[in-house]
């Protein structure tokens, strides 16, 4: 990493500010050796791996690869941003913002396994969790994902619990099913090409509404 600092701060027809920052970058590495043959193939260890991100980018640099994107005279860089962790908070404020419950994520500890269940969705007081997966939902349950919210349910004492996905073309949620005392239900936003946002947003809202007022209502007559 250090020698593709230094390879950027070299390069003339590189943004000024770019190459400065890669220079400071590499100053501060003082105890780090030369680049030497084989550093190319080396791994990361435990130690280390918090550089896994950056890292391939080195070796890209290193082999003269880089990556842009360019058009004529114009140039431009890209990088990914991880969108799961955005979809689920995105859902989760949706959710909270919408019901009549406050709706968080929440962590329970397994006594002293040292073990913790952390599921997206906390309804209330526990009346119900549910958990998101960045994945479209089909006819059929992901079974990993059922076993998943049903133990996240039964940690919080709760009776119904909830996976939420993605749905389009009309593809529709499986139906629900019932383990021991927990029903598990599959809500899914519509993500079809020509459906706005806006309506698939309350569509959601109004199923989730009307799944948790039956869920109340049961849980008032055991009351």
């Not at 500890?109 to 952390?118: A, P, R, W």
């Not at 526990?126 to 919210?149: C, F, N, T």
């Not at 349910?153 to 499986?174: M, V, Y």
Request: charged letters at 25%; one cysteine or more; glycine letters at 10%.
């Amino acid at each position: 990493m250090k020698a593709a600092c230094q390879l950027v701060s070299g390069t003339s027809d590189l943004d000024p500010n770019l190459r400065r920052r890669a220079r400071r970058v590499a100053a501060r590495m003082d105890g780090v050796g030369p680049l030497r043959h084989g550093d190319g193939s080396s791994r990361l260890s435990r130690l280390t791996k918090d550089y896994g991100r950056a890292l391939p980018l080195a070796r890209l640099v290193l082999q003269g690869g880089g990556v842009t994107t360019q058009l004529g005279a114009l140039a431009g860089r890209s990088f990914l941003i991880r969108t799961p962790e955005l979809i689920e908070e995105g859902l989760r404020n949706i959710l909270d913002r919408a019901l009549s419950v406050r709706v968080r994520k929440r962590r329970l500890s397994l006594g002293d396994s040292g073990m913790t269940i952390n599921p997206d969705l906390v309804f209330g007081d526990a009346i119900a969790v549910g958990d998101i997966k960045y994945r479209h939902v089909h006819g059929e349950w992901h079974r990993p994902s059922l076993y998943q919210v049903v133990a996240f349910a039964t940690g919080f004492g709760s009776e119904r619990c909830a996976i939420l996905g993605f749905s389009s073309n009309g593809k529709k949620a499986p139906p629900d099913v019932v383990l021991g005392n927990v029903e598990a239900r599959c809500f899914a936003w519509d993500a079809s090409p020509d459906m706005p946002a806006v309506t698939s947003e309350q569509r959601l809202v109004a199923e989730v509404n009307a799944w948790l007022s039956t869920a109340k209502q049961r849980a008032a007559m055991a009351a």
